[in-house]
């Protein structure tokens, strides 16, 4: 069988596809991954077939940026403007070049993740089963956002409007049960996955073997919301804290540019997080779905840092459980940091509620069982 996956090219969005991409390449089925330009060098590297189609991330934000200051009457209607930007105009993009690559390779399933509206489209127009693949938990608002999207997909390319197919496809849920979010718009066909993370083999990363206490603490503000005045904010919290800390910048901030570190802290630009999370004593982050779920699977008590997007969703429903202390934008100070790191590193508390969350992740479908049921909707729909 044939599956193709549609991404937004953040990985942030991507990763959460992988165990079903893994689980559907262990079974000798097909496998494609169509998303930006940007991202494809990353599926490459993982050895997965990669489509390039559509504008890059940079393009997109771009567009952001330069629309960002039109007013909006509320905080919806903000997000909608946000989307438009960011999410659907570039999904429309990719839905035109990804149609006639579609109906030349014809999958029969086209998994899409929740932000990447071009693989609805497509699944649809080919007659294959279309599936929706969260990245994180599933929010009211995004309901009127996808609306949205469909309306503006269809006005766009002359097809049909997708509302229908949207909201009555399978929706492969990775987010686990405690932290669902109430009110969230139900979805009829929901299937549980277990968010199964990358092996933490590996050697370490150069630096480490030199830092000078047993704990360490990883820190990472994400690929999209790091500034320098974050990782300074959290430097001067955690100068004369007695455990290591290895922060991650992401690409597009140089480790150099945070200027001279203590002796216990190491500053790179990327490592695997659950190479790191393996040997860490806590975490400290921006709350990003990929990082929390992370940190769940590590065991790992978390200090959330809010920044942008569903980080403030995520952060609250971590403390909600005691997983985890959220430090909110108004109260982002070094001391208010340090706080909450002395808490959760002291506290049992917070990492026995981060190992429940982990047995409850652990409890989820194995992707090889979700896989089995897309295949057997998809045959039914053949069938049909």
């Known amino acids: 069988m044939r599956l193709l996956f549609t991404s937004t090219p953040m990985v942030g969005h991507f990763y959460p596809m992988l165990p079903l991409i893994r689980a559907a390449e262990s079974q000798g089925h097909e496998v494609a991954v169509a998303t930006g330009p940007d991202l494809v060098t990353e599926v490459e590297r993982l050895g997965i ?3 390039p189609v559509g504008p890059t991330m ?21 997000l909608k403007r946000d989307a ?7 999904g429309i993009a990719r839905a035109k070049e990804l149609l006639p690559l579609a109906e030349e390779w014809r ?43 469909c ?51 590996g050697e370490d990363p150069p630096g480490l073997s030199q830092l000078p206490f047993e704990r360490s603490i990883y820190a990472t503000f994400g690929t999209v919301f790091a500034s ?29 540019a945070l200027g001279p570190v203590p002796d216990h802290v190491v500053v790179l630009t990327f490592v695997p997080q659950q190479l790191i999370m393996a040997r860490s004593a806590a975490v400290v982050s921006h709350a990003g779905s990929g990082t929390v779920l992370g940190a769940i699977s590590a065991r790992l008590p978390q200090v959330c840092i809010p920044v942008g997007a569903d980080q403030h969703i995520n952060a609250a429903q971590v403390a909600a459980v005691g997983a985890g202390i959220a430090v909110p934008p108004d109260q982002r100070t070094p001391e208010r940091i340090r706080g909450a790191l002395d808490r959760v590193l002291a506290e049992p508390s917070y ?11 652990k409890a989820m479908p194995a992707p090889t069982e979700v896989l089995g049921q897309l295949i057997a909707m998809a045959d039914d729909q053949r069938g049909g």
């Open 49 to 51: 077939s990669a489509w």
């Open 58 to 78: 940079a393009e997109a934000f771009a567009a952001w940026h330069q629309g960002r200051d039109a007013p909006a009457e509320n905080h919806l209607e903000a």
């Open 84 to 90: 438009i930007a960011i999410f659907i105009a570039p």
């Open 107 to 149: 999958p029969e399933i086209v998994v899409h993740e929740f932000g990447e509206g071009a693989g609805l489209e497509v699944g649809e127009a080919v007659g294959a089963l279309s599936v929706t693949h969260t990245y994180g938990p599933t929010l009211a608002y995004e309901t009127e956002i996808l609306y949205l999207a």
């Open 151 to 201: 309306q503006m997909m269809a006005a766009e390319l002359g097809s049909l409007n997708r509302w229908t197919a949207a909201t009555n496809a399978p929706l492969v849920d990775i987010w686990p049960p405690s932290l669902q979010v109430a009110g969230a718009s139900p979805h009829p066909h929901r299937l549980p996955i277990r968010p199964d993370q990358p092996s933490t083999a």
């Open 228 to 256: 320098p005045e974050l990782f300074s904010t959290l430097l001067t919290a955690v100068r004369d804290l007695p455990a290591n800390v290895i922060m991650t910048t992401g690409s597009g901030i140089d480790p150099a």
């Open 351 to 361: 990492a026995a509620a981060a190992g429940r969350l982990h047995d409850e992740i």
